[in-house]
């Protein structure tokens, strides 16, 4: 059983940045993959970025190549998101997720657990 709990969303101008944070609890067992998710208003939800258990490997989407960064801090049980040059188009409610799995992933299917999502507002 995991827990993931996002914080660090809000209301920025474009061209800002912000920091997302995912904490992670529970048994896990062993290392796992973690994601970041994201979904706009009438919109599907999209893969952003994913890293490894160990950090050495990360997949970042197209859209926020460049941008956005994806990071772990294993001993702190916490993902981040660090996101910056961010454009309207970035709006969104953005979710961590975490798979048992070592290895990155950019589908949903493969993801076990889910955040509550935190809100992110870009404004022009």
């Known amino acids: 059983q995991v827990q993931l709990v996002e914080s660090g969303g809000g209301l920025v101008q474009a061209g800002g940045s912000l920091r997302l944070s995912c904490a992670a609890s529970?048994?896990?067992?062993?290392?796992?993959?973690m994601g970041w998710f994201r979904q706009a208003p009438g919109k599907e939800r999209e893969f952003v970025a994913a890293i490894s258990w160990s950090g050495g490997s990360t997949d970042v989407a197209d859209s926020v190549k460049g941008r956005f960064t994806i990071s772990r801090d294993n001993a702190k049980n916490t993902v981040y998101l660090q996101m910056n040059s961010l454009k309207p188009e970035d709006t969104a409610v953005y979710y961590c997720a975490s798979t048992t799995g070592f290895r990155v992933a950019t589908t949903q299917e493969l993801y076990d657990y889910w955040g509550q999502g935190t809100q992110v507002t870009v404004s022009s």
């Open positions: 529970g048994r896990t067992f062993g290392g796992y993959a």
